[in-house]
């Protein structure tokens, strides 16, 4: 039974049920940009590049045979791959440098100064009764 309650108190960490929301999220954005990337970004530039659909590119090795399928190396699904890619770094980078901005303003906040401790108070109030009683 021991091992069941010290599996929970590990899952329920704040740590690890974060890094499950943010994988969840990470891979609902990563649909999202390999949507953006074949659906609007690539038809217009195979367009200006002459018509050509990148993600039909690639070689053939060896031609189909009759119950063989093609062997063909796909580098136009490498090359959509590749712009997902660096769009989603790109995107993750500008977080990122949103979040240090913001991080960096907290920090640049001056913070109070540090109470004085009991003995300078004291120390304080027994020079103001020294400079009041002479």
Known sequence: MAFFQEFKKFAMRGNVVDMA???????????????????VIMPPIGLLVGGIDFSNLSF?????QEGVEAV????????????????????IFLLIKGLNSLKSKEEQKPAAPPKPSDEVI????????L???K
């Open 131 to 133: 400079k009041s009683s």
């Open 72 to 91: 063909t190396i796909k580098y136009g699904v490498f090359i959509n791959a590749l712009i997902d890619f660096i769009i989603v770094a790109f995107a």
């Open 60 to 64: 053939v090795i060896k031609e189909a």
């Open 21 to 39: 929301v943010g994988i969840i999220i990470g891979a609902a954005f990563g649909k999202i940009v390999s949507s953006l990337v074949s659906d």
């Open 122 to 129: 004291l120390l304080g109030e027994i020079r103001d009764l």
